[in-house]
C-alpha cells in the first residue's frame, strides 16, 4: 500500500534520523524497573511486565531531574522555598511507573509558610488501593523534614476519583468506574467465581471502591456466595435504572438477584440482558469492577468484550491438561480483542497432609499458561475444605479468615491486579501525545523501549476510512492539498487498551491503532506500518 503522499512533498526526516527537527529532542530510552507484587516468588523478578515502559529517571541524579518538576506540578509555585521541597520530594520513586512521585503528577495542594518552618501538600494516588501508600507517606514526611528551615510536615493522603480514561464513549452506567477486570477461565468447574469473589473483597479490603457483576445468565454464583440483606435488585422508576445490592461495602449485580433465577433463553436475549444489566446499573464511582465472566468464548463474552472497556483479565485454571486448552482459547480471545492477561490463577493445585504436599491433579497448567502466553504472574490456590465451605455458606473466605493462608494469596493478587492495572492505565494515557514544542505526535511502541516521531500531517493524509477511502472502489476521496502541511490535532484521547481517537480542526475524528506483539521488533515495525499505511 502506497503512501499518500506528493513526489514533491517533504518526507517526515525525523522518523528515523538520530535527532528531531527544531531543536526538539528525543526523550532518553527506557529501561524495566521491576517491582515484584508478590514478596513470596522473588525468583520472578527476573520477567519483565508486558503492559508499561518504564522510566529510567530512578537512576538519575535529583537535580537534574529537578528542573523538569516545576512543570508537571502546575499548582506549586517557583519559589526558592518550593523548589527545595519538590527537590526533596524527587527522591521518591514510584515502583510502579519508575518516576518520582513529582514527574507522576502525585504532588497536590502545596502550602509553605516560610516564617514558621511549615509545609503542608497532599499526596494524590491513583487508587485508593495502592499496596505503598503508607510507605509514600513516610518517606514525604522525612525527605522534607530533612531541609534544614522545615519544622513541621502535613502531609495528607488522597486517591484520584474514580473515572475511565475514555468516559464520554461509554454507557452512563459505567462512566464512573476507573477499571474493569474479568475473571475468566473459559471452563467450567475451575473456581472461576470463587476467585472473582474473594479478589473483589480483597480490593474493597484494601481501601478500593469495588462491586461485583455476575455475568453467568444460565447458572449465577454470586447469591450463593454472599449473603446481602436485601437479596433482590431495585429498579429507580425515574431514571429506569437498576440499583445494586451490596454486601460488607461491595456492590453485587447478578441475574439471581432479578428474581429470576437460573434463565431459559436462546443466546441473543442472553446477550441483552447481560447489556442492560451492567450498562444500566447505578454503580456509582467505582475504583474495580470485578465481572465473573460465565464460561466459553461465545457470544456472551465478546458482548462483554465489545460493551465494556475491559482493562485487564485474570485467568482461572486448574492443573490437568484438559483445562488448559480451555484456558489457551480464552487467553487467545482476550488477545485478539486487545485486553492484557495480567495474571494466572491455579486453583485446587495441591493440598498437604502428614508434612508432605501432595498434587492430586498433576502439575503444570498453570505455570505452561504463563510460559506459553507470557503472562507475568502465576497464584497457587491449595485445595481447602474451608475455601469451598465459604463459597456456600455466603461468606468469602478472605472476610471468614483475613489472615489465613487462602487470605494472604488473594492479598498478593490483589497487589498484582491494583499495580498491573494501574500500569495499563499509565501507558494507554501516555501512548500516544502530541508534543507542541516540536509539532509532532509521540508515539511509545508498547511492549518496546522505542519511542518515535510522526508528521501530523503525514497521519492525517493517511487516514483510510471511509470518508477518506472510497470502500468500493477504493479510490482516494482525500486529496493531498486537502489538508495543510501546518495542521495540528486538536484532541488524541485513548480508545481501549492500543487505539486512539483523534480529532483534527475540521471536526473529523480519526481512530489509530498501536500494535501489542510478543516480540519487541515486530512489534515497532508493525506499529510504524499502521500509522503509516
Not at 492443573?319 to 485486553?339: E, T
Not at 501507558?427 to 502530541?434: E, F, I, L, R
Request: overall charge neutral; charged content about 20%.
Amino acid at each position: 500500500m502506497q503512501l499518500l503522499q506528493a513526489p514533491s512533498s517533504p518526507t517526515l526526516p525525523f522518523l528515523n534520523s538520530k535527532s528531531p527537527p527544531n531543536g526538539g529532542k528525543f526523550l532518553p530510552k527506557k529501561s524495566s524497573l521491576m517491582f515484584n507484587c508478590n514478596p513470596s516468588v522473588a525468583s520472578q523478578r527476573h520477567e519483565r511486565f508486558n503492559w508499561l515502559l518504564l522510566n529510567s529517571s530512578i537512576s538519575s541524579p535529583i537535580s537534574t531531574r529537578a528542573a523538569s518538576l516545576e512543570a508537571n506540578a502546575s499548582t506549586i509555585s517557583t519559589g526558592t522555598a518550593e523548589k527545595d521541597v519538590l527537590t526533596a520530594l524527587s527522591q521518591i520513586i514510584d515502583p510502579d511507573f519508575g518516576t518520582d512521585i513529582v514527574s507522576c503528577g502525585f504532588v497536590k495542594d502545596m502550602d509553605i509558610n516560610e516564617p514558621s518552618g511549615e509545609v503542608s501538600f497532599r499526596l494524590e494516588l491513583t487508587t485508593p488501593a495502592c499496596p505503598i501508600k503508607d510507605m509514600f507517606e513516610k518517606q514525604a514526611n522525612e525527605v522534607v523534614a530533612a531541609l534544614p528551615w522545615v519544622r513541621k510536615v502535613n502531609v495528607t493522603m488522597s486517591a484520584q476519583p474514580a473515572r475511565p480514561i475514555f468516559a464520554e464513549q461509554l454507557p452512563m452506567g459505567l462512566r464512573t468506574i476507573s477499571n474493569i477486570v474479568a475473571v475468566s477461565s473459559c471452563k467450567g468447574g475451575v473456581g472461576k467465581s470463587t476467585v472473582a469473589v474473594n479478589l473483589a473483597y480483597t480490593l474493597a479490603d484494601m481501601g478500593a471502591r469495588v462491586g461485583i457483576f455476575d455475568a453467568d445468565i444460565y447458572g449465577p454464583s454470586l447469591p450463593t456466595m454472599v449473603s446481602p440483606e436485601n437479596r433482590q435488585l431495585e429498579m429507580n422508576p425515574e431514571k429506569r435504572t437498576i440499583i445494586p445490592t451490596e454486601y460488607l461495602g461491595v456492590k453485587l449485580v447478578s441475574f439471581g438477584f432479578a428474581g429470576q433465577g437460573r434463565a431459559i433463553m436462546r443466546g441473543p436475549m442472553v446477550s441483552g440482558v447481560i447489556n442492560q444489566l451492567l450498562t444500566t446499573t447505578e454503580w456509582g464511582e467505582l475504583d474495580y469492577l470485578v465481572i465473573d465472566m460465565p464460561p466459553g468464548t461465545g457470544d456472551i463474552q465478546l458482548t462483554l468484550c465489545q460493551v465494556v472497556p475491559l482493562t485487564a483479565a485474570v485467568i482461572v485454571t486448574t492443573p490437568q491438561k484438559l483445562a488448559f486448552i480451555d484456558v489457551a482459547k480464552g487467553v487467545r480471545m482476550f488477545s485478539k480483542l486487545k485486553v492484557p492477561c495480567i495474571a494466572v490463577v491455579e486453583n485446587m493445585s495441591h493440598f498437604d497432609a502428614d508434612g508432605k504436599r501432595y498434587y492430586p491433579f498433576g502439575r503444570g497448567s498453570g505455570s505452561q499458561v504463563v510460559q506459553q502466553f507470557g503472562i507475568p504472574h502465576l497464584f497457587d490456590l491449595p485445595i481447602r475444605p474451608t475455601l469451598s465451605a465459604s463459597g456456600d455458606s455466603g461468606k468469602p473466605e478472605v472476610t471468614a479468615d483475613p489472615q489465613g493462608e487462602v487470605a494472604k494469596t488473594f492479598q498478593n493478587l490483589g497487589v498484582c491486579v491494583v499495580q498491573q492495572c494501574a500500569k495499563i492505565r499509565q501507558q494507554v494515557s501516555t501512548a500516544v501525545t502530541y508534543d507542541k514544542s516540536i509539532k509532532a505526535i509521540r508515539v511509545k511502541v508498547p511492549d518496546s523501549d522505542e519511542e518515535f516521531l510522526l508528521h501530523p500531517a503525514t497521519v492525517r493524509r493517511n487516514d483510510r476510512s471511509a470518508q477518506s477511502v472510497d470502500e468500493w472502489t477504493g479510490e482516494q476521496k482525500l486529496q493531498y492539498n486537502d489538508v495543510p502541511e501546518d495542521i495540528e490535532p486538536e484532541d488524541i484521547r485513548p480508545m481501549g487498551n492500543y487505539a486512539v481517537s483523534i480529532t483534527w480542526p475540521d471536526g473529523f475524528s480519526q481512530l489509530r491503532t498501536v500494535s501489542r506483539c510478543p516480540n519487541k521488533k515486530e512489534s515497532s515495525r508493525r506499529t510504524k506500518h499502521r500509522w503509516f499505511n
